[in-house]
């Protein structure tokens, strides 16, 4: 069975440019989270989607947006991309809204310079 | 606010030496505490939910149990291969679908 999928798996941007990472949960699954996490630290939640629906949001600023699409795949956008945007950006499946047990991709190393 | 705090930040042991790795969060509103193990450059792998105070889960060498107020994960006779950070999560009943993350244990067990 296909766990969640990232991609890309690894990404250089410049300061300023736009990124857009993709994800797809497993199979049945109807919720996709998103997380970011920095070097030495825990991931921090940025977004969470179920039934292609915004159910909550962390503090992250208005740069960073997502969505849901009807076969439950997601993307997490960034516009205008700081060094500090510099991270591992981890995507989470979970069967339903609430959280049982929630399964993370292999994440997106994103480099800004 | 609801918090996850992990310790040891980092934690060094000869392979067969037991330890115990703690996640104590804040006390209102837990519905449940997830461990994750994750290996360097890569997405947490799941280990272990637990519910309730009193629940113990285990998996080869590791026991995971939860307090009222804490859960600590217990390696028994641990091998090089199980070098690796060690995550605990909690899921609380006003933050949604939200897991909030301690900041991590990292294990290095040496042969």
């Known amino acids: 069975d296909a766990g969640v999928t990232q991609s890309p798996t690894h990404l250089i941007k410049t300061r300023g440019q736009h990124v857009t990472l993709r994800c797809s949960p497993i199979?049945?699954?109807?919720?996709v989270s998103w997380y970011q996490q920095v070097l030495g630290q825990g991931p921090q939640f940025i977004f969470q989607?179920?039934?292609?629906?915004?159910?909550g949001r962390g503090n992250f600023p208005d740069r960073f947006s997502a969505r849901q699409f009807p076969n439950y795949s997601s993307e997490l956008n960034v516009n205008a991309l700081l060094l500090g945007d510099s991270a591992l950006y981890l995507c989470?499946?979970?069967?339903?809204?609430?959280?049982?047990?929630?399964?993370f991709g292999q994440g997106t190393r994103l480099t800004v310079v | 606010e609801d918090q996850v705090t992990q310790s040891p930040e980092a934690l060094r042991l000869q392979e067969g030496e037991s330890s115990s790795l703690n996640c104590s969060y804040t006390?209102?509103?837990?519905?449940?505490l997830f461990w994750y193990r994750q290996d360097p450059g890569k997405g947490p792998e799941f280990l272990f939910t637990?519910?309730?105070a009193g629940e113990e889960k285990e998996k080869e060498r590791l026991k995971a149990t939860l307090t009222k107020k804490e859960s600590f994960l217990h390696i028994t006779a641990p091998k090089p291969e199980d070098s690796a950070t060690y995550l605990c999560?909690?899921?609380?009943?006003?933050?949604?679908?939200?897991?909030?993350f301690g900041q991590g244990t990292e294990l290095s067990v040496k042969p």
């Open positions: 989470a499946s979970t069967i339903g809204g609430l959280n049982t047990e929630a399964f």
């Open positions: 199979s049945g699954h109807k919720s």
């Open positions: 999560a909690g899921f609380f009943y006003n933050q949604g679908g939200k897991l909030i």
């Open positions: 006390v209102s509103g837990l519905r449940g």
């Open positions: 637990l519910y309730s």
């Open positions: 989607y179920y039934e292609k629906e915004e159910r």
